[in-house]
């Protein structure tokens, strides 16, 4: 899929609960403030009714929103949680292991809660859910990955590297044969999010979730990536990491910046091509956005290690982390505020870029605000707590 509908957040657990004083930053933060990304690229899709959900005929500033979107959001966020995701499996497999329980056993039913999760979200709200995906990639990787040795996951670095060459295989094509022309990037339409009933919506998203459900899975390569990083404790120790994470930060946001430039050029109407040239584009975005999942996730390591060497952190990124904390609850009120805000049922606020942005950054603000105010009450969160309870047995 090269959709949008950008990834789910899963909050670490294992056989208790993380005091707040031994939790890393650095996954908590990440989780937080990408979810402001993950609210950008849904709320555009609910409003445009379709994937990526951008307006194809921008004027003015809209060019910038559009060029911001593709270049930085756009199949660049739902990376990140996919490297989160694995890195909580097996940080969730250690701390279980260490308590003296079947790392096994709790994995697989964790997760087989997720697809059930997933299928009722995707039911209810959005056909974009990714919680089902990730259950299922999380069963696959109990099953197959996590018991394995370090050879074995030394693999996923050359499949990474095989992929980066590949990317840069697609650039090249791209620009041999690139032709002018004035295609207008489109949205494709998701009809469930068009619907003029909540009944007829849920009859499109029960066709659509499968269908997206099984496109998204092959990200099980980006999870094996966070798998390989949490054995190594990358970013529960980011100092002893720093140049790993700086050359990571750097390298694969340089990848998927420059593998989304020409496409954000199209996008911003600042380029002419004709729609051969377009769809060559939309694909090398689609490939070099899976950078962004590790180029992120080192950039906020580093960000991490920086507010924690000060004496005390500040308010705004303590609010971030507890949302980080928070992400699966967080996740959730945004598919409910979109579909109160853009729904042809509902308020129907219309495909404008402007309002949608604004939606998004409104949504997450209050999001982060409500996870603050749970934090100070040391309230994980209503979507954790039914996760955990389900997993365990108990809140």
Request: glycine residues 8%.
């Amino acid at each position: 899929m090269t959709d949008t509908t950008d990834a789910v957040p899963i909050p670490t657990a294992g056989a208790g609960p993380v005091p707040r004083c031994e939790r890393a930053l650095a996954p908590d933060l990440a989780r937080g403030a990408m979810l402001l990304f993950i609210a950008l690229a849904n709320a555009a899709n609910f409003a445009f009714a379709g994937q990526p959900g951008i307006d194809g005929t921008p004027h003015g500033l809209e060019r910038v929103v559009n060029f911001f979107m593709i270049t930085f959001v756009d199949s660049r966020a739902y990376p990140v949680f996919a490297v989160m995701f694995g890195y909580g499996l097996a940080q969730l497999a250690r701390r279980a292991a260490a308590a003296g329980a079947d790392p096994r056993r709790i994995l697989l039913r964790r997760n087989a809660w997720l697809v059930v999760f997933g299928a009722l979200h995707a039911t209810l709200l959005y056909f974009g859910d990714f919680l089902g995906a990730y259950g299922i990639v999380g069963i696959i990787a109990t099953l197959v990955l996590l018991r394995r040795g370090d050879r074995f996951h030394r693999l996923v670095l050359w499949l990474w590297a095989l992929l980066l060459g590949y990317t840069f295989l697609l650039a090249a094509m791209l620009i041999v044969n690139a032709k002018s022309g004035h295609a207008i990037l489109t949205n494709t339409p998701n009809p469930s999010l068009a619907a003029t009933s909540y009944g007829h919506g849920v009859l499109d998203r029960l066709a659509e979730w499968p269908v997206h459900t099984a496109t998204v899975v092959p990200f099980i390569f980006i999870v094996w990536l966070g798998i390989w990083a949490a054995r190594r404790h990358i970013l529960e120790n980011p100092t002893a990491h720093q140049v790993l994470l700086r050359r990571t930060a750097l390298g694969c946001l340089a990848v998927t910046v420059l593998g989304a430039l020409p496409y954000a050029l199209v996008a911003a109407g600042a380029l002419q091509v004709d729609s051969a040239t377009r769809d060559a584009m939309a694909y090398l975005h689609a490939v070099s956005g899976e950078f962004g999942g590790p180029g992120y996730v080192a950039l906020f390591g580093l960000l991490a290690l920086k507010f924690s060497t000060g004496l005390r952190r500040p308010a705004t990124v303590r609010a971030v982390a507890a949302l980080g904390q928070r992400s699966l609850s967080a996740y959730l009120f945004q598919s409910v505020a979109w579909t109160i805000v853009f729904a042809p049922f509902a308020l129907d606020l219309g495909a404008t870029t402007y309002r949608t942005a604004l939606a998004a950054v409104a949504v997450w603000t209050v999001s982060v605000l409500a996870a603050q105010a749970m934090d100070r009450r040391r309230y994980r969160g209503p979507a954790e707590r039914l996760l955990r309870s389900l997993t365990y047995g108990r809140s």
